[in-house]
């Protein structure tokens, strides 16, 4: 292994030629380009559209221009008659209408991060349902071109904590279960910690089936690279000694509906000399050599995969291991935070890193926090994914007024979105996290959880464009 280190720069200059990624929601494009634009892109600036105004109804605050619609809120029936709308809205895509008169339409698949003390949880369905005490799994819904709702139906249930997932490149959704609960626990009558997929047109044609090869642990997102299906997963474990990187070598990689059924190799990442990733704090920073160890035992029967034997070397963990998303020839994954008091080797505000496989080579290319030059007003990034105007949208889990943040490409932040649903009181309020942006295949519309309340908006506007 040998480390590179290359002629330093500021954060900003960083983000401006390498890119940001995705938490739970997938992009692809090289980042050399995501972030090179015209002047139009260059018009977003810090004040980005503008001032938030409140909105009358009191849901959601937007720049002048900005419209929203709501799509779904949990609580009201499903137009399927399934049930009601499941609580916890969390990681999001959206697929284009597969061909046959379907031209125009986008399918949103959409994850309910509920555990057993869920609210509401999805409806189990004959031919969908893995585990029926589980509360959580997905739910679809189908827009026309002018973005008004279809149908809306269960596309997946019984599964547990669907946090966020990932895209294939054939057009179906990874949904993952971030939980190590076994049969037995919290009520479960089957094994939990799975990936799952679903078939965002027709949910039956994927059904309920864990993808056991790809390990049980808490998951949380995925990237697949188009070339060689690779799939490369983040594990957020809530403690020490934190989550691990993993990839996942499919017996059939050439891909399709069903193809991760027929199992494969679970590795995990060492990167030599360096067992926690949050010790590294200089952005650059890049470790070449990389190296992957495969998996004693991927189902984790008697011990949790991170804590299995690496071997005399060990293995590296990070906190907070959370978007992860393919770009160019290389996956990105992000870690939302690390803190000394709970067991890092050194604090800081969100990173981001990018692992190129063909140099085996590991880079850290973002560093967020109150000491660099790439700031967010509120608390850590969580989900993010790509704008119109070749920045980036940020949703912000923390305390306080929750917002998703635009990031320009010079590293410039701005709000875009603030949640005003306040589900505290008068003198204590509380804004639940907002979770899944993403865009339509055209660029016109960005839809958007709200965690809780469970709410999914569609918002239009003036969007600039590179």
Not at 57 to 66: E, N, Q, R
Not at 298 to 326: M, N, S
Request: aromatic share 8%; glycine share 14%; with cysteine.
């Amino acid at each position: 292994m040998s480390v590179t280190r290359r002629t330093p720069v500021t954060r900003r200059q960083m983000m401006a030629r390498s890119g940001a990624l995705g938490a739970g929601i997938a992009f692809t494009g090289a980042l050399s380009e995501l972030f090179t634009g015209t002047a139009a892109a260059q018009g977003v600036g810090h004040s980005g559209y503008g001032p938030l105004i409140p909105d009358p109804d009191g849901l959601l605050d937007l720049p002048k221009g900005f419209r929203y619609r709501v799509l779904s809120r949990e609580g009201d029936p499903l137009r399927s008659g399934e049930g009601k709308v499941p609580s916890n809205h969390d990681g999001m895509a959206a697929f284009a209408g597969r061909s046959g008169g379907r031209n125009g339409q986008v399918h949103l698949v959409r994850n309910h991060e509920n555990r057993v003390t869920g609210r509401i949880g999805v409806p189990t369905v004959d031919g969908l349902t893995y585990d029926p005490m589980g509360k959580g799994g997905c739910t679809a819904l189908t827009l026309d071109r002018r973005g008004n709702v279809l149908d809306e139906r269960v596309a997946i249930a019984g599964t547990a904590v669907n946090c966020a997932g990932g895209p294939t490149p054939w057009g179906t959704w990874l949904t993952c279960e971030e939980t190590e609960d076994k049969a037995g626990t919290n009520g479960y009558t089957k094994d939990h910690g799975f990936i799952f997929e679903v078939d965002p047109a027709d949910p039956h044609r994927s059904g309920a089936v864990p993808l056991t090869a790809m390990g049980r642990f808490q998951h949380e997102a995925i990237a697949v690279d188009p070339r060689h299906g690779i799939v490369y997963e983040t594990e957020d474990a809530f403690d020490r000694p934190f989550g691990l990187f993993y990839r996942f070598l499919p017996d059939k990689p050439r891909g399709g509906l069903g193809s991760l059924r027929a199992g494969g190799r679970l590795q995990a990442m060492r990167v030599p000399g360096v067992p926690d990733l949050s010790s590294i704090q200089e952005t650059g920073a890049a470790f070449d050599g990389i190296e992957w160890v495969d998996v004693p035992d991927p189902l984790a029967v008697r011990t949790p995969v991170r804590l299995q034997d690496f071997g005399p070397k060990g293995i590296t963990h990070a906190q907070k291991l959370e978007g992860c998303y393919w770009g160019g020839t290389s996956v990105y994954f992000v870690s939302s935070f690390a803190r000394s008091a709970e067991g890092s080797a050194a604090d800081h505000y969100g990173q981001i890193w990018r692992y190129d496989p063909a140099r085996r080579r590991l880079t850290l290319v973002i560093v967020f926090g109150p000491d660099t030059d790439v700031q967010l007003p509120g608390e850590s990034p969580d989900n993010i994914c790509l704008a119109p105007s070749g920045g980036l949208m940020v949703c912000e889990d923390g305390n306080g007024a929750q917002h998703v943040y635009g990031v320009t490409r010079r590293g410039e932040v701005y709000a875009l979105a603030r949640n005003a649903q306040n589900t505290g009181t008068p003198e204590e309020p509380e804004w639940g996290e907002f979770a899944g942006v993403t865009f339509s295949p055209d660029g016109e519309t960005m839809y958007v959880n709200c965690y809780t309340p469970g709410t999914t908006f569609a918002v239009t506007g003036p969007w600039r464009r590179t």
